[in-house]
């Protein structure tokens, strides 16, 4: 089925540690995005990246790295875990605006993490 | 900047019951304007969008109307379900440009019978 693959679906991790999330879509949207969605905090979006080989930062930007060397795949790297960074991470994609009923991000069904 | 505010509850309603739940954005330009919704332990799914002025979204029994004069759009359903028990959340996505998703802080909505 058509949409947004995240992996792995649950990760406990040491503080200290490093990992990646690993996020592919196959519907060759230009437009990926990473968020956190934390209790009373909604959500808040990492880095996004307009297309292969360009990312930015978002809001909360710190101890994660992108990178998007392909259309398909979109991976946030943590550094150094920290507990802070124990939260749900989604996955999203879309198709570029300019028209027509590609407005809508297509989001995947998460990762939650957990730092200890 | 881009923000969206919207109402937070938690709220609590008896099956049947009308459903409000308030948006209002601020935004350069003209953006397009969601609905998401989340339920249990599943990722978000797009409920509804308009993306001009006095556009009606609607899907499901729920709809929201896109009014530039208020800056508002606001969510109703006549009559909740238990099975639309989730937590809600407006957002906006601006035209051109980045187009990044800018998310209210989600409203959690129970439904009982």
């Known amino acids: 089925n058509a949409g947004v693959t995240q992996t792995p679906k649950f990760q406990v991790l040491k503080t200290g540690q490093s990992m990646t999330l690993q996020c592919a879509q196959d519907?060759?949207?230009?437009?990926m995005s990473w968020y956190r969605q934390d209790p009373g905090m909604g959500l808040r979006l990492i880095h996004y990246?307009?297309?292969?080989?360009?990312?930015d930062q978002g809001e909360v930007p710190n101890g994660y790295n992108v990178s998007r060397s392909t259309t398909e795949d979109f991976p946030l790297r943590l550094l150094s875990a920290a507990p802070s960074q124990t939260s749900v991470y989604f996955c999203?994609?879309?198709?570029?605006?300019?028209?027509?009923?590609?407005?809508?991000?297509?989001f995947g069904s998460g990762t939650r993490l957990t730092v200890v | 900047g881009n923000s969206v505010t919207q109402m937070e509850g938690p709220v609590t309603l008896s099956e049947e019951a009308f459903l409000t739940i308030n948006c209002t954005y601020t935004?350069?330009?003209?953006?397009?304007l969601f609905w998401y919704v989340q339920y249990p332990g599943e990722g978000l799914q797009l409920l509804l969008k308009?993306?001009?002025?006095?556009d009606k979204g609607s899907n499901k029994g729920f709809e929201a109307t896109y009014r530039k004069e208020t800056t508002s759009f606001h969510l109703e359903k006549g009559s909740v379900q238990v099975s639309d028990s989730a937590v809600y959340f407006c957002?906006?996505?601006?035209?051109?440009?980045?187009?990044?998703?800018?998310f209210g802080k989600g409203m959690k909505l129970t439904v009982n019978p």
């Open positions: 957002a906006l996505r601006r035209k051109g440009g980045s187009e990044k998703l800018v």
């Open positions: 519907m060759n949207h230009e437009y």
């Open positions: 308009a993306t001009k002025a006095d």
């Open positions: 990246s307009v297309g292969a080989g360009i990312t």
């Open positions: 935004a350069t330009g003209y953006p397009s």
């Open positions: 999203a994609s879309s198709a570029a605006g300019g028209g027509g009923p590609n407005y809508g991000y297509t």
